[in-house]
C-alpha cells in the first residue's frame, strides 16, 4: 500500500489514503502508552513459554505419555492465542521504537499489530471455541466463526475511520451493526457456558472434585466481564465519541489483553 496525503474538500483537514493504520501515523504516542506496549510484549511472551512448557511436558493421567497434549491439540488453543497475541505486539514494539513513518518502516510491519481489531479476528474466535471446548458445550465451531464475522465487521469501522472525515458515518454503521451481533452472539455464549458450568459443578460437586473449577470459573468470569470492555473501549475511543486520547485507548486494551 502506497501513503498518499489529502484533503477533505472545502477544509484543511489532512487525512490518509492507503495506509493500513492511519490512525497510528497521526499520533505520536505517549511513553505511557508505549511502556504499555512493552509490558504486554514481555508478559505475553513469558505466559507464551510457560504454556508452551505445560503442553510439551505433559505425560497424561498416567505420568507416562510423550507428547501427550500433543495429541489433542485442541488443548493447545490457548498457547496458539498467547504467541499469536505476543507476536502481534512485537509488531508494536518495533513500531514504537523505529517510528511512525510510513515509507521508513514498511506497510506490512507498521500494519501488524496496529491495525486495530485485525488480530482479534484470530484470537477471539479461537478463545470462544477454546472456552466451548473445556466446557464440552455445543455450537463451538458455529459461534466462534460468528465472532469472526462480529469482529470483522469491526475491522471495517476502522477502516471507515482512516480515509475521508465525510465517510465517517460509515464507522459508527458498521459499529452498530456489529454491536447488535455481538450482544446476541455475547447473550447465546453465556447462556451456553451458564449451563453447561452449571452441569460440570454439579458433577464436580458428586464425585469430590470441586477444586479443579476454579480455574474453569476463573475464565469464565474473566471471559464475561472484559468482552464489554473492547466494545465500550471502541466507543469512547477517538474513533467513537472522542472521551479519550489514543494513549489511553492504548493503554485500555494493553491491559484487557494482559488479563
Given at each position: 500500500l502506497a501513503l498518499t496525503m489529502a484533503k477533505s474538500p472545502g477544509s484543511d483537514e489532512v487525512f490518509y489514503v492507503g495506509t493500513m493504520d492511519g490512525w497510528y501515523l497521526e499520533?505520536?504516542?505517549?511513553?505511557?502508552?508505549?511502556?504499555?506496549h512493552w509490558v504486554c510484549f514481555l508478559a505475553l511472551t513469558v505466559t507464551t513459554f510457560f504454556l508452551a512448557w505445560e503442553s510439551w511436558s505433559n505425560r497424561g493421567p498416567s505420568k507416562k505419555a510423550h507428547f501427550y497434549a500433543g495429541y489433542q491439540e485442541e488443548q493447545n488453543l490457548a498457547l496458539f492465542v498467547n504467541f499469536?497475541?505476543?507476536v502481534s505486539y512485537y509488531g508494536k514494539v518495533?513500531?514504537?521504537?523505529?517510528?511512525?513513518?510510513?515509507?521508513?518502516v514498511?506497510?506490512?510491519?507498521?500494519?501488524?499489530?496496529?491495525?486495530r481489531y485485525a488480530d482479534y479476528m484470530l484470537t477471539c474466535p479461537m478463545l470462544v471455541y477454546d472456552l466451548l471446548y473445556q466446557l464440552r458445550a455445543p455450537f463451538r465451531?458455529?459461534?466462534?466463526?460468528?465472532?469472526?464475522?462480529?469482529?470483522?465487521?469491526?475491522v471495517i469501522a476502522e477502516v471507515y475511520t482512516l480515509g475521508d472525515p465525510r465517510l465517517r458515518g460509515g464507522a459508527y454503521a458498521w459499529y452498530g451493526f456489529g454491536l447488535f451481533w455481538f450482544c446476541c452472539a455475547y447473550v447465546a455464549v453465556m447462556t451456553i457456558v451458564a449451563r453447561q458450568y452449571a452441569r460440570l459443578a454439579e458433577l464436580a460437586k458428586n464425585t469430590g472434585a470441586v477444586k479443579s473449577l476454579?480455574?474453569?470459573?476463573?475464565?469464565?468470569?474473566?471471559?464475561?466481564?472484559?468482552?464489554?470492555?473492547f466494545p465500550l473501549t471502541w466507543?469512547?475511543?477517538?474513533?467513537?465519541?472522542?472521551?479519550?486520547?489514543d494513549n489511553m485507548t492504548e493503554v485500555m486494551h494493553c491491559l484487557c489483553d494482559i488479563i
Open positions: 499520533t505520536e504516542l505517549s511513553d505511557v502508552a508505549i511502556a504499555a499469536f497475541a505476543m518495533v513500531s514504537d521504537t523505529l517510528g511512525h513513518n510510513f515509507t521508513d514498511g506497510p506490512f510491519i507498521l500494519g501488524f499489530g496496529n491495525y465451531v458455529s459461534l466462534s466463526a460468528i465472532i469472526f464475522a462480529i469482529l470483522l465487521s469491526g476454579s480455574t474453569l470459573k476463573f475464565a469464565v468470569f474473566t471471559f464475561s466481564m472484559l468482552w464489554i470492555l466507543a469512547v475511543c477517538p474513533r467513537g465519541l472522542n472521551w479519550i486520547d
